[in-house]
């Protein structure tokens, strides 16, 4: 027996070594299976987002093609029936053609608020007595496919409404959902138009002071 002592420390070393090694297997395996599963979330996070960036590009893309389509596209700045309607009444028409507009896209309007004659525009420098011009800023709530359908709905209005601007970007906690930031300016004349001939080269809003005015751009 006494020849097998020397074997005791080995024996004992070898058997905390496995102990050890079995802890801290048991410590270390969880982790490495959390960080795998955490890796591979990240990996679908970053599939999931890369998809909806290209559905985004898409219609940014349409969007553009849409507006590059109808920028020579005839259009007239809506005039009122009657004279004497008051800017309520000519923001009134247009205003609720446009929210029509969004809800037959099925799209929400998480807040909306309008602006009369805004001094920077042409329009309101040298013909406020003629036309009245009014920016609707708008913060919406839409997926892809309706928020394109809407901006495509505003292009081929009969009417010319300009978009100022649009900003547009997935929601946080859905990126299949959109919020943008939508404003127009609204265009119309004080009074009833009257009949002009038509240009050939370009389309032209009734004179101001005599001369040719340009649709804005």
Do not use: W
């Amino acid at each position: 027996m006494d020849k097998y002592k020397r074997y005791y420390g080995v024996i004992a070393f070898c058997v905390a070594l496995v102990i050890l090694v079995f802890g801290a297997y048991q410590l270390i395996f969880p982790k490495v299976t959390e960080l795998t599963s955490i890796k591979d979330e990240v990996a679908s996070k970053e599939k999931d987002l890369s998809e909806q960036q290209n559905k985004l590009a898409i219609v940014q893309k349409r969007i553009k093609q849409i507006k590059e389509s109808i920028t020579s596209s005839q259009k007239k700045i809506y005039s009122p029936v009657e004279s004497d309607l008051g800017n309520e009444t000519l923001f009134f028409t247009l205003y609720n053609d446009v929210i029509e507009m969004v809800h037959a896209n099925y799209v929400k309007i998480k807040s909306i608020d309008y602006k009369y004659n805004p001094e920077t525009d042409a329009f309101v420098k040298f013909g406020k007595d003629v036309y009245f011009v009014c920016d609707v800023n708008m913060e919406l709530v839409a997926n892809y496919v309706n928020l394109g359908k809407l901006i495509q709905d505003l292009y081929q209005y009969p009417y010319y409404i300009k978009i100022n601007e649009i900003e547009v970007k997935p929601y946080e906690k859905d990126k299949k959902i959109l919020i943008a930031n939508l404003s127009l300016r609204l265009y119309a004349h004080t009074a009833p138009e009257e009949e002009v001939p038509a240009s050939k080269d370009a389309l032209v809003a009734p004179a101001l002071n005599g001369a040719e005015t340009a649709l804005p751009q």
